[in-house]
């Protein structure tokens, strides 16, 4: 599902009417506001849905498969959703 597809949908499932644009609009901002409580916290639960969480990559070193030469990369950090049981 693209976000296009899930603000049609949010307009299909909000109580009253609303336009496209502002369905948009208060999507962004829940993500905007799902990111920032990620960065402060770590982590988010939301109850019978789920839990986003930052995970730290550690540093690795591949060998590109063509010349055999060994690169490395670097750590990094990626959001990560675990599902609840609950959800199926």
């Known amino acids: 599902m693209n976000k296009k597809e899930l603000t049609k ?6 109580l009253c009417p609303i336009s496209q644009n502002k369905a ?3 999507i962004e901002k829940f993500f905007e506001t799902l ?6 916290d770590g982590k988010v639960k939301f109850p019978k849905i789920g839990t986003f969480e ?8 591949i060998s590109n498969p063509v010349t055999r030469e060994l690169m490395t990369i670097y750590p990094k950090k990626i959001i990560k959703f675990r599902a609840s049981k609950k959800i199926k």
């Open 9 to 14: 949908l949010y307009i299909k499932l909000s």
């Open 24 to 26: 948009k609009e208060e």
């Open 35 to 40: 990111k920032e409580a990620i960065v402060i």
């Open 54 to 61: 930052i995970l730290s990559k550690q540093p690795r070193v």
